[in-house]
């Protein structure tokens, strides 16, 4: 079956434009999670989803970030008023049981 | 801060050799995972281990957990060229969600 799939995979923007990230996870995954990687670091937890609420968002970095699910499938990762430290790779994953995390592709974010 | 953290940071060996990268952590956890990363996009799972385990095999790797030391090691046995990646550990809590915890990364070039 499919993967997790993420659009767009590369998202060039101005400094102060919003940006909406899209991913879709694996059909059946209940569990949905956010990360972020900038460029040769691991990976940090932003948010996860348990159907369409959002029990922990400790890792949202401030409040120009928020994140929405909807249909238990489908969530997008706003970014309002984009800085440059905001540049980076977001890994959406999906879970069953939330253990093993299946990740998509990415999308890599540039903010100029 | 990151919960795990690899050693070593980068790796360089032949074709045929064994690879071998470090992860320690802090807190206690429900399981410790192992992902693979191609050119910084999506990672791929590889193994996982429960805080009851202390060994798992898979293929040509091989997984190791010491809880008391609070430390795990991923051993990739006979590599190839095809092993060139970053290696990620992370870390699954004991609450619920599991969100991850993932440590900078082992760069692993396997030389033909």
């Known amino acids: 079956g499919a993967g997790v799939s993420q659009s767009p995979s590369n998202k060039v923007t101005e400094k102060g434009k919003d940006v909406e990230l899209r991913c879709d996870p694996i059909s059946g995954h209940t569990a949905l999670y956010w990360y972020r990687q900038r460029l040769g670091q691991g990976l940090e937890f932003l948010i996860y989803?348990?159907?369409?609420?959002?029990?922990?968002k400790s890792g949202l970095p401030s409040d120009r970030f928020s994140a929405e699910r909807t249909g238990e499938s489908v969530s997008t990762l706003t970014i309002q008023r984009t800085q440059q430290e905001d540049s980076a790779v977001y890994l959406c994953a999906s879970s069953v049981r939330g253990e093993t995390q299946y990740f998509g592709p990415g999308t890599r974010l540039l903010v100029l | 801060s990151q919960q795990g953290e690899e050693d070593p940071q980068a790796l360089s060996i032949q074709e045929g050799e064994n690879a071998t990268m470090n992860c320690s952590y802090k807190t206690s956890i429900n399981n410790l995972q192992w992902y693979r990363q191609n050119s910084g996009r999506g990672l791929v799972h590889l193994i996982l281990?429960?805080?009851?385990?202390r060994e798992k095999h898979s293929g040509r790797l091989r997984v190791t957990l010491d809880t008391s030391k609070k430390s795990s090691s991923l051993l990739i046995t006979a590599s190839r060229a095809a092993d060139t990646a970053s290696y990620f550990c992370?870390?699954?809590?004991?609450?619920?969600?599991?969100?991850?915890?993932f440590g900078g990364g082992t760069r692993v070039l396997v030389k033909p």
């Open positions: 992370a870390t699954g809590p004991k609450a619920a969600g599991n969100k991850l915890t």
């Open positions: 281990i429960r805080s009851n385990e």
């Open positions: 989803f348990q159907g369409n609420s959002a029990p922990d």
